[in-house]
């Protein structure tokens, strides 16, 4: 698979990324691929997890790789379950062997007036974006642990610093990853696992 910069050689790389099917984690899978990682997209919908895999494999020539040796897989993963966080975790290292970065992708949105939103709505966004990012990180944690190295991208929002409208419970979720990321950033380092964000600027709107 062809490097397209000489900035980020991920060349035996393994990534899982969440939220990977579609927008901004479709793009962070790809860019992966192009330069040099294999990766494991992981999104809710099986049938959308699949048509994404095999986009990604046109976009990046991976369909000319050896079979025997996959660049691209998706799983079915719904981050607010233990046992699908674990089962996609299993699944990356079934494929690749190991996991070295783990992108914290997934996520949903309400836009509404704060008035008109339910307790249930908020706690749903804040459930996918907070606790998912956390359950994911844990997972893949264990095993970055054990081999001493790791790289985990959680994806916050320029909402985490400035004021959008209309989203109190997304801009909140997106705090609480901020805050996630910098104390997995300070607890885990001495494992040799690095946790960092990125505040994108994508809207969905």
């Given at each position: 698979?062809?490097?397209k910069?000489?900035?980020?050689?991920?060349?035996?790389?393994?990534?899982?990324?969440?939220?990977?099917?579609?927008?901004?984690?479709?793009?962070?899978?790809?860019?992966?691929?192009?330069?040099?990682?294999?990766?494991?997209?992981?999104?809710?919908?099986?049938?959308?997890?699949?048509?994404?895999?095999?986009?990604?494999?046109?976009?990046?020539?991976?369909?000319?790789?050896?079979?025997?040796?996959?660049?691209?897989?998706?799983v079915?993963?719904?981050?607010?379950?233990?046992?699908?966080?674990?089962?996609?975790?299993?699944?990356?290292?079934?494929?690749?062997?190991?996991?070295?970065?783990?992108?914290?992708?997934?996520?949903?949105?309400?836009?509404?007036?704060?008035?008109?939103?339910?307790?249930?709505?908020?706690?749903?966004?804040?459930?996918?974006?907070?606790?998912?990012?956390?359950?994911?990180?844990?997972?893949?944690?264990?095993?970055?642990?054990?081999?001493?190295?790791?790289?985990?991208?959680?994806i916050?929002?320029?909402?985490?610093?400035?004021?959008?409208?209309?989203?109190?419970?997304?801009?909140?979720?997106?705090?609480?990853?901020?805050?996630?990321?910098?104390?997995?950033?300070?607890?885990?380092?001495?494992?040799?696992i690095?946790?960092?964000?990125?505040?994108?600027?994508?809207?969905?709107?």
């Open positions: 698979m062809p490097i910069t000489q900035l980020f050689d991920l060349s035996g790389k393994v990534a899982l990324v969440t939220g990977g099917a579609s927008g901004l984690g479709k793009g962070i899978a790809q860019a992966f691929v192009e330069h040099g990682a294999h990766v494991l997209i992981g999104s809710r919908t099986e049938e959308k997890v699949n048509q994404a895999v095999e986009d990604l494999k046109r976009a990046t020539e991976a369909d000319e790789a050896d079979p025997a040796e996959p660049i691209i897989d998706g079915p993963l719904d981050v607010t379950n233990d046992n699908s966080v674990d089962h996609a975790v299993r699944k990356c290292v079934d494929d690749f062997g190991k996991i070295d970065i783990l992108v914290n992708c997934a996520g949903i949105i309400v836009k509404k007036p704060t008035f008109e939103l339910s307790l249930e709505e908020f706690n749903t966004i804040h459930e996918s974006h907070v606790t998912g990012s956390l359950r994911c990180a844990k997972a893949a944690g264990e095993l970055m642990r054990e081999q001493h190295a790791g790289s985990i991208i959680n916050a929002s320029i909402s985490s610093y400035v004021d959008l409208v209309e989203v109190a419970a997304y801009a909140a979720a997106k705090n609480g990853v901020m805050g996630l990321t910098r104390s997995l950033a300070n607890e885990w380092a001495k494992y040799g690095r946790t960092n964000a990125i505040a994108n600027r994508f809207m969905s709107w």
